[in-house]
């Protein structure tokens, strides 16, 4: 009887001082800045020099995973950068990003995107995203993009049938 209570007494304690820790904070100012800073960055390589690779290694972790539209999931820097290849012409590419918040290691950024696409031979489209990532502290205390899922506003262009 005297090794119920002992138990009992043990996990009434241990209950205690798991259910008292305090609930983690939310992200720091300083934190909120680093990740606003490195999408600037990644925005301005996008914008003037279109290098991919550069533009993977400021954005995404080693592993990220990109969820792009209407295609399966590509992981790590390499199939990033090949991806991006793959895109016709962007330019005027412009973030807004409408929420950060997170705690610890982890945060979210969830916002609005616009740009222009040419297509090769194609005339200019003008079109809007939305987007949602989950970012990771990386060992150096940088922040990085661990998942990005993305959806275009116009519907995706279906080629016409051949006769």
């Not at 972790?61 to 590509?74: E, G, K, S, W």
Request: aromatic fraction near 10%; charge should be negative; glycine fraction near 6%.
């Amino acid at each position: 009887m005297q090794t119920h209570r002992m138990l009992f007494l043990l996990a009434l304690i241990a209950c205690v001082f798991i259910g008292c820790q305090p609930a983690p904070q939310g992200l720091s100012t300083a934190d909120e800045q680093a990740i606003r800073k490195t999408v600037d960055e990644a925005i301005k390589i996008a914008n003037s020099t279109a290098d991919w690779n550069a533009y993977t290694k400021t954005y995404y972790a080693q592993d990220a995973i990109v969820n792009p539209p209407n295609a399966p999931a590509i992981k790590g820097h390499d199939a990033i950068v090949a991806m991006l290849k793959t895109f016709p012409a962007t330019s005027d590419f412009k973030v807004e990003i409408l929420e950060v918040n997170g705690a610890g290691n982890i945060a979210y950024v969830y916002g609005t995107a616009s740009f222009v696409v040419t297509p090769p031979g194609g005339k200019p489209v003008s079109d809007q995203s939305k987007y949602v990532e989950v970012w990771k502290r990386q060992a150096d205390g940088s922040w990085k993009v661990a998942i990005d899922i993305s959806n275009w506003d116009l519907p995706p262009v279906v080629p016409e049938p051949t006769k």
